[in-house]
């Protein structure tokens, strides 16, 4: 196979998975050091349950594409990240985790039961909502880049207040932070971007963007600067090999960049003792 | 774009989304066309994952054929957008969809409401179960290369003719072998065997999927056991790519016998052409027809 010739047709698909890198790897220091872990499957399912229901409605055009659709998806996500920012498990006995995986459980099997109400491509649904990331378009590339600029702008701006819920939601208590409040937006802004990247690269490959990077730069720093700075080098690395990897064994490309993560992460464990001899322990 | 020179005598580059249309392009075109299928016959065309060389294979091609009426619609447009290929696009001469003169079964009439269940708005997409589709299907393909190869539209022309004869005396025997079960009543898992039972006479009274993608609930699987019972069915068609714990159960229960059929050339190793799919499919349905009612 002609590697630079098709080359060309993975550049969008590699553009887009540069801009996952960029916000996820961000994000996934929030929910790695919150214990969230499933948190965006979770959201992503609910998102998913609104695109069923808005096709069983009336208003929308049968089009799993259309406006109608993503707004009542966009709406369910924002429904989801308040229940999350209301149980907020510091001071409770049940774990948030728990309540997440509810969540996930119950809007998939919800999803299952609104499909089987639809009169047509109930058989199509479930592939459409969620996107290969070999079939993104230069468009969505563009659109996704602006839309996470954004959303990645809010959070820099308001670094201060999102990273003092995530690392010590006690503190910010005393101080007179409404807890809450921070909660519902890193929620709702959390649950557009994963949603919107559900879409375009499915919900394997946003899961391993999110939480991969974050996890293997723990293995090597402990600043959340130098945490970022080791997990956005990381996607993009992985992002490329996996990309490589997909055309020149012809496999698909979303599969291929999931498991490209996975060894890379062993390979980064492994080398761990090498590079950053154990400390005595205190 | 400039119009083909009238001599140019290097082969069309033809893509199809199925083995199945890929046999018949190759009956058409001969020497003078090469083909390739993006989805292979054991996998189900309703779902299929992409890699990198779809987007190669569609780039270059001259014309796509498609089975259409929703069958690839969960993954072939985007393949399409992204194939930076002007000639493919839906409504220009390279895209082809192969359904347009077929006959369409389970076509709903009147306005599709929720109590209808699962319905295509388009009819049902497996169309190329039926001989009769079959030459169809190859006429339609001949008129669409002799349009984008002039100068062969002759050899197209006589090479269709052929294909149509060999399908018509090969459909009498298949006929022939079937015609001792007629109006036999079957199950089938999805609904992937209308034509193919309209074709040949058999009776479809149930599915053991309701709808496609959606688990079959309790009162949807003892309907169909108490159905197959009171009309004494003895037999359960499944495609290869879906799962046999709910066909076995069934069968377990019901005293049928679960017959693996594939539905798109390639789905088994005897099935390596239109005609030969037919001849694996009917030999394997007759012999299982034998072995249920010897039992």
Same mark, same amino acid.
């Not at chain 2, 609930?217 to 009309?231: D, F």
């Given at each position: ?282 | ?175 022939? $072998?079937? !015609?001792?079960?007629? @109006?036999? =009543? #079957? /199950?089938?898992?999805?609904? &992937? ?55 076995? $159960?069934? !069968?377990?229960?019901? @005293?049928? =016998? #679960? /017959?693996?059929?594939?539905? &798109? ?31």
């Amino acid at each position: 196979m002609n590697i630079v010739q098709i080359g060309t047709f993975l550049a969008a698909p590699f553009a887009a998975s540069l801009i996952l890198t960029g916000i996820h790897a961000y994000l996934g220091v929030h929910v790695v050091e919150r214990g969230v872990i499933f948190v965006d499957l979770s959201l992503a399912q609910i998102a998913a349950l609104g695109a069923t229901i808005a096709l069983l409605l009336p208003f929308s055009s049968g089009d799993p594409h259309g406006p109608e659709v993503y707004w009542v998806s966009l709406a369910f996500t924002f429904i989801g990240a308040a229940i999350f920012s209301l149980v907020r498990g510091h001071h409770s006995r049940i774990p948030q985790e728990a309540i997440i995986g509810i969540s996930y459980a119950v809007a998939s099997a919800a999803a299952i039961l609104a499909m089987s109400k639809s009169t047509s491509q109930a058989e199509h649904l479930n592939h459409m909502l969620v996107g290969n990331i070999i079939a993104v378009s230069w468009h969505e590339v563009f659109k996704t880049a602006g839309l996470y600029g954004v959303v990645g702008l809010f959070h820099f701006l308001f670094r201060r207040q999102f990273l003092a819920i995530s690392l010590h939601a006690e503190e910010p208590e005393r101080t007179g932070l409404n807890v809450r409040f921070w909660d519902f937006l890193f929620y709702a802004s959390f649950g557009f971007v994963v949603t919107s990247s559900v879409a375009i690269a499915g919900v394997l490959l946003v899961f391993c963007y999110l939480i991969v990077p974050s996890v293997a730069a723990m293995l090597y720093a402990e600043t959340i600067g130098a945490r970022l700075a080791i997990g956005w080098v990381m996607g993009t690395v992985v992002s490329a090999a996996g990309v490589y990897l997909s055309v020149v064994l012809d496999l698909p490309t979303g599969a291929t960049i999931v498991c490209t993560f996975g060894a890379v992460l062993i390979l980064m464990w492994l080398a761990r003792p090498l590079i950053r001899p154990q400390r005595a322990p205190a | 774009m400039l119009a083909p020179a009238p001599e140019a005598a290097a082969a069309v580059r033809v893509v199809t989304t199925t083995e199945d249309l890929a046999s018949i392009v190759r009956e058409v075109g001969g020497d003078r066309v090469t083909v390739e299928a993006i989805a292979s016959g054991r996998q189900d065309p309703h779902f299929v994952e992409p890699k990198p060389s779809f987007i190669l294979k569609l780039n270059k091609a001259e014309l796509l054929v498609i089975v259409g009426r929703e069958l690839e619609n969960a993954w072939l447009p985007p393949l399409i957008t992204q194939s930076r290929n002007a000639r493919i696009q839906p409504g220009n001469p390279g895209y082809l969809d192969a359904s347009q003169n077929v006959k369409i079964l389970d076509l709903p009439t009147g306005a599709i409401t929720r109590a209808m269940g699962d319905v295509h708005p388009q009819g049902n997409p497996h169309y190329w179960l039926d001989p009769g589709n079959g030459r169809r299907i190859a006429q339609t393909v001949q008129a669409r290369l002799a349009q984008l190869a002039p100068a062969d539209a002759e050899y197209f022309a006589q090479r269709t003719a052929d294909f149509v004869k060999r399908v018509t005396e090969a459909e009498g025997r298949w006929k022939a $072998a079937l !015609a001792p079960y007629k @109006g036999l =009543k #079957v /199950v089938t898992y999805h609904r &992937s065997w209308s034509n193919f039972a309209d074709g040949f006479g058999l009776d479809v009274i149930g599915y053991v999927e309701p709808k496609p993608g959606i688990p079959p609930s309790p009162a949807h699987t003892l309907a169909l056991i108490q159905e197959m019972k009171a009309q004494n069915v003895k037999i359960i068609l499944v495609e290869p790519y879906f799962d046999l714990k709910t066909p076995t $159960a069934i !069968a377990r229960d019901t @005293g049928a =016998k #679960v /017959v693996v059929l594939p539905p &798109s050339v390639g789905g088994a190793p005897g099935a390596t052409d239109y005609l030969r799919l037919f001849d694996y499919d009917i030999k394997l349905l007759t012999d299982a027809i034998r072995e249920s009612a010897a039992r």
